[in-house]
Structures are given as C-alpha cells and as structure tokens.
C-alpha cells in the first residue's frame, strides 16, 4: 500500500539560527509554515489539519541543552520554561523527539566538553533522568548537516503511522 500524503512541516515562530533547516525544506521542496506552537520546534500536519501527536524539540549544540536544564527562571512549582515544555508534552501525552546537533553530544557530555563548570557525571545524569521522568521522550544527535532531512523524516513516518493505523482502525469496525 503506497500512500500519497499531502503534509506541511510546521516550525516554531520562536525557534531560532535554523536557516540551514528551512533551506533544507526548501531545497527538498518541503512545505513548511511558521506558526506558534505550545510544544516543541517541530510538527507536521496534513492539508486536512490533522497533525500526530509528536513533535520535534530541536537544541542546536549540547551547551543549549545545558543551558536550559540549569535556566534558573522557575515558576511556582520549580519548573523552568525547557521542564514546563516537557511537562506540558507529557501531561497532553505527546512524543518529544529531543533532536540535539552534535552527533557526538553523548561523548562530548561525558568527556565535559560543553561551556559549563558543572561536573559530567552531573549533567549526564540529569539528561538520563529526563528520559525516566518523560517515557514520551527520546533524545537523538545528528549533525548540522543532515537535521532538515531527519525532522522532515521522522515527522512523515510517524505521520504515515498514525494514518496507517487509523486506516486499520477504520476497517476493523
């Protein structure tokens, strides 16, 4: 079963430095469209404005992502704005794809290669624990390079996922 989906990538109004992502859209000629979104970077939606529950929060370099685990900027309940975000994903049961762009932000973070004084085994064990807290999280690297084609692609398979199932659903009942 081939299927022909007519989709617009949907990028973040407050999502910044990612001309080398929209060039890559257009190159591809990949719609896309710039609208506020409540979470992540990141979205897709068909023609019909049906969009999966899955988003893509981009961080352009590991010292970003470490820059928003330690924001000191909380609210009441002692959450920054990186933990409201997350918070808000998995309260509305949505899949975050943390895409980081460093594809060796793994290494890097245990080698404390990253502009902050804060110990390895420290930051490793906060973005670790992100994943135990957030079973709706994944953290995935890529390099600079490849991110267009990768936030295109893993928003269009999970699309044609979602849709696939729903096709299934339908005949099932």
């Keep these: 079963m081939t299927m022909n989906i007519d989709y ?31 979470i992540g970077d990141y979205k897709i939606e068909t023609v019909t404005g049906y969009t999966p529950n899955i988003t893509i929060e981009r961080k352009a ?14 609210d009441v309940n002692g959450y920054n704005r990186f933990f409201r975000e997350l918070e808000r994903a998995y309260k509305s049961n949505t899949k975050v794809i943390l895409l980081i762009e460093d594809k060796d932000y793994y ?13 390895p085994k420290a930051i490793t064990g906060m973005v670790i624990s992100l994943m135990a807290k ?40």
């Design 8 to 38: 617009k990538i949907i990028v973040d109004t407050r999502e910044k430095e990612n001309k080398h992502i929209t060039n890559a859209f257009k190159k591809n000629n990949i719609p896309y469209e710039e609208k506020a979104l409540v």
């Design 61 to 74: 370099s590991l010292n970003e992502l470490i820059a928003n685990l330690l924001d000191k900027e909380k």
């Design 107 to 119: 290494l890097n973070l245990l080698r404390g290669k990253y502009i902050s004084h804060v110990k």
């Design 134 to 173: 957030y079973p709706n999280l994944s953290i995935m690297a890529t390099d600079r390079l490849t991110s267009g084609s990768l936030i295109q692609k893993l928003l269009y398979y999970h699309l044609r996922q979602d849709l696939k199932n729903e096709e299934l659903f339908e005949q099932a009942t």
